[in-house]
């Protein structure tokens, strides 16, 4: 009986090659899409910071305006009109600029993803791109997307993976448990 060929026959079968892992997702970009990951992205930018105080400050405004005019029985509608645009337009933003980029976007043509330890890489029908963690080293999951984004404040870099995308419904796990591994999660 050799039993130094089966514990080395089994010692093969427990060391793996340097195998690295993929998730694939091909899609044809959205409006909704780019909406998700913007508004993700308000909520770590310092500028979507601001906006998000913009608002609230212009809420106060508002309530406060409406009880002096309650009070008084005066109502001057040209702040009150120009408070609510204000609000209304910086609510809107999001979708407003998603629409920009989608324009941009949809000229590409089909997206075809492939995230790996290594980074990401965007081939599409014009051109390819390979993004790599240090460029944008982290990530928000919305219920429709995963937003990479840069380090910057304003973070100005920003890649879309839809989850729609992927070619099974387990892929999502396996790509969550993928950027986990190799970004940080805000």
Do not use: C
């Not at 029985?73 to 809107?92: C, D, H, K, M, Q």
């Amino acid at each position: 009986m050799d039993m130094g060929g089966e514990a080395a026959q089994g010692a093969q079968q427990n060391v793996r090659p340097d195998v690295q892992e993929s998730v694939e997702l091909a899609y044809l970009p959205s409006v909704a899409d780019f909406t998700s990951a913007l508004r993700a992205r308000r909520r770590i930018s310092r500028a979507g910071r601001t906006r998000f105080w913009v608002i609230g400050f212009a809420a106060v405004f508002v309530l406060a305006e409406a009880g002096v005019a309650l009070a008084g029985n005066r109502v001057e509608l040209f702040p009150l009109i120009w408070i609510v645009g204000t609000v209304a337009l910086l609510s809107l933003t999001p979708w407003l600029q998603a629409r920009q980029v989608f324009r941009l976007a949809e000229r590409q043509g089909t997206f075809r993803v492939t995230v790996t330890d290594a980074g990401v890489a965007v081939a599409t029908d014009n051109t390819t791109a390979t993004v790599n963690w240090v460029a944008q080293p982290r990530y928000r999951e919305t219920a429709d997307v995963f937003a990479l984004f840069s380090a910057d404040r304003n973070a100005v870099g920003f890649t879309v993976l839809p989850k729609r995308a992927v070619q099974h419904p387990a892929d999502v796990d396996r790509l969550r448990a993928l950027l986990d591994r190799n970004l940080t999660r805000v």
